[in-house]
């Protein structure tokens, strides 16, 4: 934490690597359901019927992915004597607690409204933030509140989004803030949940491992991904296509479909590309 603090160059000392939570297809594995093979992008784009029938031959996965939803981002989910929610509500406490403390400029009197902020946009993510209002609400300053967003990123607890080709400053409010996936829900703010912040989250949290995640002017994402682009929205069987209609390389991730149809993809099949 104290390397990372300090930014140095250590390409000749040392190989980092970051690790992801599980993808929904490494959870299947882990939990013993079945091992499938990771399915690029652009593999499953044009083949998703196919590829989605010949999972489904092996697997119910709609039943698994709601179980991932919850409790299936973090591999401690194998041990059977600990309580998934608790050890995760503990991780967090500690990432805010301690571990931020090894960033330059964090101060560890301000955890506790951290923690406050993590529970307000697990009550709104995926949201546009009026900066202002919410730093108000939590009680710290703009600027501060800002930077401090930057920190919940680093940790992995939210994922900030932008337009494309905007330029992201300290300074700059991000345009919409998600958390990092969606077993954090469960953790802080269980009894509220939205099914549709789920939904984007895990979208958002499967594409941003193997792609470049944007917001689309018109629709929910921009994916960037082998020199590409597509345009992406979100949410349920009931989706219509009105939205994407006029656009290029564009496609509806709709939950609650075990499989597909033309542009029609099974939401659960995204946690198959890493």
Same mark, same amino acid.
């Given at each position: ?19 992801? /939570?599980?993808?929904?297809? *490494? ?15 652009? @593999? ?6 196919? +590829?989605?029938?010949? +999972? &489904? @031959? ?7 992915? *709601? ?13 059977e004597n600990r309580d998934y929610?608790?050890? $995760? =509500? ?31 946009? &697990? ?7 009026? +900066?202002?209002?919410?730093? =108000? ?8 509140? $800002? ?25 700059? *409010? ?16 269980? %009894? ?25 002017? *018109? ?11 597509? %345009? ?20 509806? %991730?709709? @939950?609650?479909?075990?499989? /597909?149809?033309?542009?029609?993809v099974p939401l659960w099949l995204? /946690?198959?590309?890493?």
């Amino acid at each position: 934490m104290e390397i990372f603090r300090q930014d140095v160059d250590l390409s000749r000392r040392a190989l980092i690597y970051e690790l992801p /939570g599980l993808s929904f297809r *490494k959870f299947l594995a882990f939990a013993g359901v079945a091992d499938f093979q990771p399915v690029p992008l652009t @593999d499953i784009l044009p083949g998703h019927r196919e +590829i989605a029938l010949s +999972i &489904a @031959d092996k697997i119910k996965p709609l039943q698994h992915f *709601k179980t991932y939803l919850q409790s299936g981002y973090y591999p401690f989910f194998v041990e059977e004597n600990r309580d998934y929610a608790q050890t $995760l =509500e503990q991780i967090i406490h500690l990432v805010v607690e301690t571990d931020l403390n090894f960033m330059e400029g964090y101060d560890s009197s301000y955890s506790r409204k951290m923690l406050q902020l993590l529970r307000v946009i &697990a009550g709104t993510a995926p949201f546009k933030p009026n +900066i202002s209002k919410l730093s =108000e609400r939590i009680g710290i300053n703009r600027a501060t509140l $800002l930077n401090y967003l930057r920190y919940l990123e680093k940790a992995r607890l939210v994922a900030l989004l932008n337009q494309p080709e905007k330029s992201i400053s300290v300074l700059q *409010k991000p345009d919409k803030i998600f958390l990092n996936n969606p077993n954090l829900y469960y953790v802080l703010n269980p %009894a509220n949940i939205s099914v549709g912040s789920m939904r984007e989250t895990f979208f958002q949290s499967q594409l941003n491992v193997v792609a470049e995640v944007s917001l689309h002017p *018109k629709t929910d994402f921009l994916v960037v991904y082998d020199n590409r682009q597509y %345009a992406f929205e979100v949410g349920g069987s009931n989706k219509k296509t009105a939205q994407i209609q006029q656009l290029d390389d564009a496609f509806l %991730a709709l @939950d609650d479909i075990e499989t /597909g149809f033309s542009n029609q993809v099974p939401l659960w099949l995204f /946690g198959f590309l890493y």
